[in-house]
């Protein structure tokens, strides 16, 4: 790696912690998460700067960006001039800190990840905070996160402790040794400042999925007191003297200041944040510090109502699934202000896949999370694609599958790169936009979203109308092990999509339509029945009898209150589904042993007893807890080993709440 250091403006420290004498954080009262996390997340900004600890212990490994490339993150303690290394793995050219600290636990909750090690005689908790609350884009939005700590003597005497933390130039750029990085310090309003980025600074320059941001810069920050900073090597180091004390506790903070987020369709667009361009990265810092206190408190409680309230829907290895969810779900997605209209654009970036933005199918499974929270963010799922139809740059009868590749939102990429044409998946984006359109509606307790796209949601509903009941040879979200004509669960997702339009007909006051749409849906879920039965199940597809597979669709027509399929079809199906899963869960379908563990969370909420949905969500948590692949969680794992066959750091893990929204609703 190239490495140029402007001269440093400040001639105190890259990064410093504030000293706290409020209260220690209400530790006592975390619900413990006793899954082991394949990784755990450490900072969960947006896709670009997002970083996991691939291994049980925090030191075990270096601190990685969720494409498995490093992102040099070093923690040491020194303690009565002992040095303890609690975190990461320092470059080979540097000094590795032999000795470790000592892990006594790790803990991983919806907004936080807690670590607690023994440094000699005295104990050092380290949190990880991202205080994302969906109901404040604010914070959504704010692009700073927390490194927290507290220390306290395990004997009962003061020792003398030093907090050093080295950080790599390698989180602004893609390619590291190839790329040149410029670094330095400053001072603004009481807040010190590292910052460091690519030389060139090709805004929106890379694009595509296994790549990492190298425009904007990254940050190091905090307050100014008893801090000494040096740039070695191509590390950038702080240390902080916490002086001899009995107690004391504090925090760093870490950001990125993108610049420009996205290309929508030829503007390039701001982050939320700072839309019209008249705020500053060093702004948001400070917000961030002068409200730490009060975020971490909120965290802590968020943190425990998520665990209760998911043990009371589905049980407490379930909590634990959506406590790791959280984060994940968020981080996938970039928040804007939307330019073309009110409310949001929720662009997410399709990881591990093809790198698509804002892709439909992969909108439809996450969306469960922003439901539960708030139904705004369903809608910034969607605009994107109601705009791309309704501007005419699409013209096909159903949806686009996704917006470009990211951070590039200037129309459908998908297919154009392995085949030089459009890749389409009519019925799946069709009913995935009528199924959340409805959904929105129902949480909003008014149709006035569909209101306003009703003639995209329309045009859509015909197509299905004509080609949903029995769908031909064309891609859906399930072509994992190739796709198929006459597939059964598509087919449901037709006829819900159908009666959704219905729903939402009939909220408007259309009692015609909503009889006319509601109606045309019950009689094909009684064709569909006569099609797909199989004897004990139903099958995988119409024409071939002796395969099953998973009918997760079927979730909608419980959460919207459809009753469009009798409640014997969920019942048949959840017998059969208990007889063919696996130890780590429940194949897809009948032509291979992986399987969608979103798909399995969905399925098992269509179950009318706790036993069942415990008997199909228990493998998947046996899955997180065993894989051998540290990697953030995967939704496409096999289910005879604990092996992912692809995919991680997706957003589709946001699809885990839908038994918290069932639940939220009575159901």
């Avoid at 692809?646 to 709440?657: E, P, T, W």
Wanted: net charge negative; proline share 5%.
């Amino acid at each position: 790696m190239k490495l140029h250091i402007l001269p440093i403006l400040a001639s105190v420290c890259i990064l410093a912690a504030a000293s706290c004498s409020g209260p220690v954080a209400p530790r006592s009262e975390v619900i413990q998460n006793t899954l082991r996390a394949p990784a755990y997340p450490l900072v969960t900004i947006d896709p670009n700067t997002s970083a996991w600890s691939p291994s049980n212990e925090l030191y075990g490994s270096t601190v990685m960006h969720w494409t498995e490339k490093p992102f040099p993150l070093v923690g040491v303690a020194t303690v009565d001039g002992t040095p303890y290394r609690f975190m990461g793995l320092a470059p080979d050219d540097f000094p590795q800190y032999s000795q470790t600290a000592r892990q006594l636990s790790a803990d991983v909750q919806a907004t936080q990840t807690h670590y607690m090690f023994e440094c000699g005689p005295v104990k050092l908790a380290v949190d990880f905070v991202a205080p994302l609350f969906l109901d404040r884009l604010e914070l959504i939005s704010r692009p700073v996160n927390y490194i927290a700590y507290e220390v306290s003597s395990s004997d009962g005497k003061k020792h003398d402790v030093t907090l050093r933390l080295l950080a790599g130039p390698q989180w602004a750029l893609n390619k590291p040794a190839e790329q040149e990085s410029v670094s330095e310090t400053y001072e603004k309003d009481g807040l010190l400042f590292l910052k460091t980025g690519s030389k060139e600074q090709n805004i929106l320059g890379t694009s595509g999925d296994d790549v990492r941001i190298d425009w904007g810069y990254f940050y190091l920050c905090g307050e100014k007191r008893k801090t000494v900073a040096t740039i070695d090597k191509g590390m950038l180091s702080l240390e902080r003297k916490l002086g001899k004390a009995s107690a004391t506790s504090g925090k760093f903070m870490i950001g990125y200041d993108d610049i420009y987020s996205v290309e929508y369709f030829g503007r390039r667009l701001r982050p939320y944040w700072n839309t019209d361009g008249d705020q500053t990265i060093e702004g948001q810092f400070a917000a961030a510090s002068r409200d730490f206190e009060e975020l971490q408190a909120e965290c802590f409680d968020f943190d425990k109502e998520l665990m209760v309230e998911a043990t009371e829907a589905g049980g407490r290895k379930y909590a634990e699934l959506c406590a790791l969810a959280y984060r994940q779900s968020i981080a996938a997605h970039k928040l804007l202000k939307n330019p073309d209209g009110e409310g949001i654009l929720w662009l997410s970036k399709e990881n591990n896949s093809n790198g698509s933005i804002g892709t439909v199918d992969v909108t439809y499974p996450s969306a469960p999370v922003f439901l539960r929270y708030n139904p705004e963010f369903v809608k910034g799922l969607m605009n994107h694609i109601f705009y791309y139809a309704e501007s005419g740059k699409w013209t096909f009868p159903f949806p686009a599958h996704d917006a470009g590749t990211y951070p590039l939102a200037n129309g459908q990429t998908y297919g154009l790169r392995r085949t030089g044409e459009l890749r389409h998946m009519p019925v799946e984006e069709s009913g995935n936009m009528l199924i959340l359109a409805a959904a929105v509606c129902q949480a909003e307790g008014k149709a006035d979203y569909a209101k306003k796209h009703w003639e995209s949601l329309t045009k859509w509903t015909n197509y299905l109308m004509d080609y949903g009941m029995d769908p031909e040879d064309q891609y859906c979200t399930d072509d994992f092990a190739g796709h198929l004509a006459h597939n059964a669960n598509l087919s449901i997702k037709a006829i819900l999509a159908i009666a959704s339009y219905g729903k939402m007909a009939g909220m408007l006051g259309d009692k015609i339509a909503e009889e006319k749409y509601i109606t045309t849906a019950r009689d094909m879920a009684a064709k569909w029945i006569e099609m797909a039965f199989d004897g004990d199940h139903y099958s995988l597809t119409f024409d071939q009898k002796g395969t099953w597979s998973q009918k997760y669709n079927l979730v909608w027509d419980k959460l919207l209150g459809l009753n469009i399929f009798p409640e014997s079809v969920a019942k048949t199906e959840i017998a059969y589904y208990k007889g063919v899963q696996n130890t780590y869960g429940l194949p897809l379908d009948s032509r291979a042993t992986f399987t969608k563990t979103d798909w399995i969370i969905w399925t098992a909420t269509m179950a009318s007893s706790q036993q069942d949905f415990d008997a199909l969500v228990d493998p998947v948590w046996k899955f997180m807890n065993e894989t051998v692949n540290r990697v953030p969680m995967t939704d496409w794992p096999f289910t005879d080993k604990p092996n992912r066959r692809g995919f991680k750091a997706r957003s589709v893990v946001g699809g885990y709440f839908i038994k918290m929204l069932a639940a939220q609703q009575g159901l």
